[in-house]
């Protein structure tokens, strides 16, 4: 297998590649991004989407009932041995015409796509089966991560699933308590450092290369190849038709960088016509991605990144001790490790970056949670994002969009109650208080 599935360079001025049996999350030669890459060719691979269906009557088998494994054709980095499941992926996508009328959108044109379902409550599930699969096939003992919690709770679980040593850094800023408390309850060491995401994620790089940690920071390409299966399952949903859009939040980027190489890798291999179009919804304050990509025209040229414009926009941040602030924490990151993969995704999906304020965001989940299953505050940026971008006229009212619902709506209670409690907020709806007299409980009732 090793030679038909190998670790790539994404730097076209350097290319190096590696086998898949190296634990790196850089390149050895010029410390870029890796892919993974696959010779399909000399894979075996189904010739159409719908010959997944048949797992769907084999779902006892613990890899069929997994929304990643039974893609396993799509991401065949690891024997099936190696693989480590909890049953991830088993989400819903929900036609959602509440949603749909929020957004000025048509009915039936809105669709919402559940990762909060997740064993651990987010996406990030999808991408920890694939990362403890490949550390348990290179035979690593210890992982780590920086998180600004999501990424925590979930290495927390699949280690523990697993019998890896688990340790996770986190800032000393703002963390959602639920997901805290998923990594201390699922018993990982977690070092919570003074400072904030993007320190730690320089220092569990550090620390992992000193000592020798497999790190599962969405640096790690196998992690992405897991995600990818999102979209799989959207696919999947519409009878494998695709959507017109993807509407995703954007943090460290790793989610919109796995989903544009899906859409790479099915075109392909000839198992989709159309490649969606790709909206990343950076929150206001965290949004580098939307500075670099829409205001100073940032692209990826073929893998030709102008560099320097954007370690001088870095630089920039770094002089006015910029610190990104927002109300969606987890994509409160300025500096998106996964940025040129991003770039790429932006250029195969033909994609557009907005940004939208606190105040949208906290809207737009509300709206989800009154009229869908609920969501943190991060992934309400998806539908606040498509909300912006159908009054910009960019998303037509007919087209049809998914809207990427990263994490669960008990991730962040303090944000949730808070809205409700203001009650300035237009879903407002706080609790009522009243005497203990059952004449003034039914007053209240009926107000
Ligand atoms: C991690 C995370 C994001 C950001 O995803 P990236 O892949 O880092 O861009 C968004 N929403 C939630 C709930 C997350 O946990
Ligand atoms: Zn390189």
Known sequence: MSERVYQKCININCSATFSVAEPLFACRSCGDLLDVQYDWEHLEVPGNLGWFEQRWSTRHEPLDWSGVWRFRELLPFCSTRDCVTVGEGQTILQRNDHVAEYTDSAPGSVYLQYEGMNPSGSFKDNGMTAATSHAKMVGAENVACASTGNTSASIALYAHACDLGCTVFIGSGRIAYGKLSQALDYGAKTIQIKGDFDDCMRQVQDVCR???????????????????????????????????????????LGNSSAFGKAFLELKHLGLIDKV?????????????????????????????????????????????????????????????????????????CNGVVRDVSDEDIVEAKSVVGRFGIGCEPASGASVAGLKLLREQGIIGSNEMAVCILTGHQLKDPNCTVNYHIEQDGRFSNSPIEVDNDIDAIIKAIKS
């Open 210 to 252: 000193k000592e020798n940690i497999y790190l599962v920071n969405s640096l790690n390409p196998f992690r992405l190849e897991g995600q990818k299966t999102i979209m799989y399952r959207v696919l999947e949903a519409l009878r494998w038709q695709s959507p017109d859009w993807i509407v995703v939040p954007g943090g460290n």
């Open 276 to 348: 969606p179009r790709l909206a990343i919804i950076n929150a206001k304050g965290a949004n580098t991605l939307y500075e670099l990509y829409e205001n100073q025209g940032i692209r990826f040229n073929g893998g030709d990144v102008e560099v320097g414009k954007v370690n001088q926009y870095y630089q920039e941040l770094d002089d006015s001790g910029y610190r990104p602030d927002t109300v969606a924490t987890a994509i409160e990151i300025s500096r998106p490790v996964n940025l040129k993969k991003c770039l790429r995704a932006l250029e195969i």
